[in-house]
């Protein structure tokens, strides 16, 4: 089934398999990540908006939850860009909610949360990831290149507000680590300061494993990034996992792979994997998938990644 504001499930090590809403235009973002797999930000912008009808997207959402079987684990609002920018953010979450038991995640680079009405929306969730690169003005601006007026101060007080109040549900952290640039024994115990303060209920780290939009935004190894977890206090590894993930019966691989391609650059071996574990031989896959022009090939970190033409490269 091919929707316009629904996509998934795609697996995740942090929410299993995820049934996304992308609720924003591609690329919509109040900041402009250097590790951002999407590419550079082309729609800076701190305006919230509905962007998309409320209806037509609960619309969409109500059809896939028919449709997707089995049932994935977990409904998240994320999409191509930040979700908090869709005015309607709480609605949605409502209106979500009134479709399905199944919980609901926002995945968010939390710039917002200096906002009541956003942390009031979020506080809906089931569960809220949100991003924390950076425990200074000067590295969050190196890192996250956010729109201008966007100040770190009230986005970290933001943080701490939303953490102290009355809320549905859970709040994960997730800091994106990068070498040279926020991995220093310094820049995590600063870190680790700040998360005290706000207390979480996960921590996780996390490093780019597909092409980012800077070349300059460089992986750590897994010897630091093992380091970092010990010190944010025991912090754990995220990341894209295919694991016990399956193409569904009677769905159509090169669409399947395609989905998932446009949320997240993907590596040929878990495309491999993945068609192994469906019972599908993944030679004519892949060869589609390369003779497809809606994609492209790409080499990063001695890895093959397929991407989606306009993508240039990791998502908050
Ligand atoms: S990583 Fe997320 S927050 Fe950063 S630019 Fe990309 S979409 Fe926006």
């Not at 550079?40 to 912008?45: A, K």
């Not at 929306?121 to 890192?143: C, G, K, Y």
């Not at 878990?270 to 030679?283: F, K, M, R, Y």
Request: with cysteine.
């Amino acid at each position: 089934m091919n929707y316009r504001y629904i996509y998934g499930p795609i697996p995740s090590r942090r929410l299993g398999r995820s049934l996304g809403i992308s609720p924003i235009p591609d690329k919509t973002c109040n900041f402009s990540c250097i590790y951002c797999m999407l590419g550079r930000t082309d729609h800076l912008t701190n305006e919230r908006e509905e962007y998309f009808k409320l209806g037509d997207i609960l619309a969409e959402l109500d059809d896939a939850l028919r449709h997707v079987s089995p049932p994935p684990d977990h409904i998240s609002i994320v999409g191509n860009g930040e979700p908090t920018l869709y005015l309607r953010l709480g609605d949605l979450i409502q209106g979500a909610r009134r479709l399905t038991s199944i919980p609901i995640a926002v995945i968010t680079n939390g710039a917002l949360l200096s906002e009541p009405a956003v942390r009031e929306a979020l506080a809906e969730a089931d569960i809220v990831l949100t991003s924390f690169n950076a425990p200074t003005e000067e590295l969050f601006r190196r890192i996250n290149r956010p729109c201008p007026g966007i100040a770190f101060e009230a986005m970290k007080q933001g943080l701490l507000d939303f953490a102290h109040m009355r809320r549905r549900g859970q709040l994960w952290v997730e800091m994106m680590l990068l070498e040279g640039i926020n991995d220093s024994p310094e820049t995590l115990e600063q870190t680790r300061w700040v998360l005290q303060d706000v207390e979480p209920d996960r921590v996780f780290v996390d490093t780019p494993i597909r092409p980012p939009a800077e070349d300059f935004a460089r992986p750590v190894t897994p010897e630091a990034l093992m380091l970092a977890k010990k010190a944010l206090g025991g912090a754990q590894a995220s990341g894209f996992d295919f694991g016990a993930f399956t193409i569904a019966a009677g769905a159509d691989p090169l669409e399947t792979l395609a989905g998932v391609c446009k949320r997240h650059p993907m590596r040929e071996d878990q495309a491999i994997e993945l068609l192994v574990n469906s019972g599908i031989d993944p030679l004519p896959v892949l060869d589609a998938l390369r003779a497809d022009p809606r994609f492209r090939v790409e080499q990063y970190g001695g890895q093959t990644f397929f991407l989606v033409r306009e993508m240039n490269g990791g998502s908050a």
